[in-house]
């Protein structure tokens, strides 16, 4: 989703090294046909490059309505790009959200001229082309569009028309830069890349230390539950060569205290890292059971990082038939049965009476199982767990899980998605701040640590003022990949501008349910009624939640881009009431959202 923040022009000065390699590496794609431009594509290396027109192919105006968006082909390139009005001003973009590549001709484009993709929630300011909301990292080309004699051309660089995306620029040296205005950022995740980039991004200057235990850099983590990839070349978003273009330094550490009164952090190595500004980024931590058996028995798993990741592969082999049993009928658990299942004997056990019931309700927690039974899995709802008993064949590990209604299941691996914890056992004992009942930070909508100067808390470790439809304010701690990257984007602007107000984001994520599940709002504070429409056993489906006449939140399969409409709709307060719902509006049916 990232952000339904438009992160502003820079107001304070770059230092002189960061000036000079933002204007020797600042791509121009508006220059005049034939005018020499440089341009830092994929590298920090720059190069130049020869601006010129070239012809969109069958089409003959620029006379697009708001909203109105065409994938069209360049002549004399395999090439698309997008054209579209953008607030008012027809011109185009690359064709492909740069998250996973959806098609954002397929994406919604409101009046005010952002684009949402219509898989995961990427926005793109399409004026600039610059990111509005996460997931995506990369940014879009922008190409001026010409109408002459019939036919419109487009100019920019061969190069970039085909790329389709632009890297953020963050090439920068802080030698020289002031350490009286350096971040520290704690932890490694989706946050804290939100964070550095958008720093970077809007040309903060100082230096900027990340402390992660993770052992690698920042990863796309929803890949682990969906796919149990572990493969970091094909996981870390970037590389280390990225991140050393643009000074971040990257410190495999863990954090075990915090000098809030004399600003520096400790890390178990003994290492101090002083900060003028902190950003708490430390995720969660996967809940146990503790229940016999469940703390002392090998092949018994959760899911939170790679290592992870390849202890339940490993556990998993090569051969076919495991026993696997899946504690927790939550979205990590139901993800894994889902990529587990072939070929397996897979299992879910559930304290509700259908999965997903807390989040989804139980309509449509069933048509999810029924998604997931496809599979080949077997759920064991509304029961208890009671011990876990040792395997015969070797005593150290699992062998079976005891349900409290007596019933016996084999298990050659247990894997727990009971839950995760706010990740600030680094905190339990600091005096100067206070944690919440669960653990988490409480934070303003700048996410700065209420009482706390100059410490900000993102992700699974902030509960946040929700001022989205139904949210009045009200505190809300939400685990999604996006809501941590677009805090992190929301930190570095309040660091950069520290004087505008932020902007209300969509949270949104997405789950890998049989078939793709899409979801945007926040019904943590509550609903009391379901609207659903489509057509649940064809896959096509959206189920509306409501609050009164409110919609809160909304789930869809089969129906984008059902979930991007109402995610725009949601930042602008325009979701239609429940009523209307019920008498069958179709959300697509309203247009560009405005």
């Not at 929630?121 to 995506?136: K, L, Q, R, S």
């Not at 290592?307 to 998993?316: R, T």
């Not at 051969?319 to 927790?328: A, D, M, S, W």
Request: hydrophobic share 35%.
């Amino acid at each position: 989703m990232t952000s339904m923040i438009a992160l502003p022009r820079l107001s304070r000065p770059l230092s002189a090294a960061c000036q000079r390699q933002r204007l020797s590496t600042r791509s121009s794609l508006l220059r005049p046909t034939t005018t020499t431009t440089t341009t830092r594509l994929f590298s920090s290396t720059p190069h130049f490059t020869m601006a010129q027109e070239y012809k969109l192919k069958g089409i003959t105006s620029l006379n697009l309505q708001p909203g109105e968006k065409h994938e069209v082909e360049v002549e004399g390139l395999d090439a698309k790009v997008l054209l579209l009005n953008a607030a008012g001003k027809t011109q185009a973009i690359g064709p492909r959200c740069t998250h996973y590549g959806a098609p954002l001709a397929k994406g919604v484009l409101g009046h005010n001229g952002k684009l949402t993709c219509p898989w995961h929630g990427a926005c793109f300011n399409t004026t600039t082309g610059d990111i509005e909301n996460a997931p995506a990292l990369d940014a879009l080309p922008v190409f001026k569009a010409t109408e002459r004699d019939g036919a419109v051309y487009i100019t920019g660089d061969a190069e970039t028309i085909k790329a389709g995306h632009r890297k953020p620029e963050i090439k920068c040296k802080v030698a020289g830069a002031p350490l009286s205005d350096r971040v520290v950022v704690v932890g490694g995740g989706s946050g804290a890349l939100g964070t550095v980039e958008g720093l970077r991004e809007l040309g903060f200057a100082g230096p900027i230390t990340v402390v992660t235990n993770e052992g690698y850099l920042p990863i796309d983590r929803p890949k682990l539950s969906k796919t149990l990839m572990t493969d970091l070349n094909k996981l870390q978003w970037r590389d280390a060569d990225w991140f050393k273009t643009g000074d971040i330094d990257f410190v495999q550490d863990a954090v075990v205290g915090v000098d809030f009164g004399g600003k520096t952090v400790k890390t178990k190595s003994g290492q101090h890292y002083p900060y003028s500004r902190l950003v708490l980024a430390t995720g969660g931590t996967p809940k146990l059971l503790p229940l016999q058996g469940f703390q002392v028995l090998g092949n018994i798993f959760t899911l939170r990082n790679v290592h992870d990741a390849k202890n339940i592969k490993e556990a998993m082999g090569e051969k076919k038939g495991n026993k696997i049993v899946i504690i927790g009928s939550s979205f990590i658990g139901m993800e894994i049965a889902a990529c587990t299942s072939d070929g397996n004997d897979v299992a879910i056990i559930g304290m509700e009476k259908e999965p997903l019931e807390r989040v989804l309700g139980e309509r449509v927690g069933a048509i999810v199982r029924k998604n997931i039974e496809s599979k080949g899995v077997k759920f064991y709802m509304s029961a208890g767990v009671d011990k876990a008993e040792p395997s015969t064949a070797d005593p150290s590990k699992v062998g079976s899980v005891h349900l409290k209604d007596g019933t016996k299941l084999d298990a050659d691996m247990v894997i727990l998605g009971v839950g995760v914890s706010p990740a600030t056992e680094y905190l339990k004992e600091n005096s100067v701040v206070r944690l919440e009942d669960d653990g988490s930070l409480k934070v303003d909508e700048s996410f700065s640590v209420v009482g706390l100067k100059d410490v900000y808390a993102i992700g699974d470790i902030a509960s946040y003022p929700y001022h989205g439809p139904g949210g009045d304010g009200k505190y809300v701690r939400i685990e999604h990949y996006n809501v941590a990257q677009n805090a992190g984007r929301t930190v570095a602007n309040h660091i950069v501008h520290p004087n505008l107000e932020p902007e209300f984001f969509t949270p949104v994520f997405w789950s890998a349910l049989g078939a793709q599940l899409r979801y945007c709002g926040n019904s943590n504070h509550g609903w009391d009624d379901l609207v659903l429409q489509g057509e649940p056993d064809q896959g096509k489906w959206v189920a509306y939640y409501t609050k009164g006449e409110t919609v809160v939140a909304m789930a869809s399969m089969g129906k984008d881009p059902a979930m991007a409409q109402c995610a725009q709709m949601m930042q602008l307060n325009k979701m239609p009431s429940k009523s209307q719902l019920k008498d069958g509006l179709d959300i697509l049916s309203l247009g560009p959202p405005q």
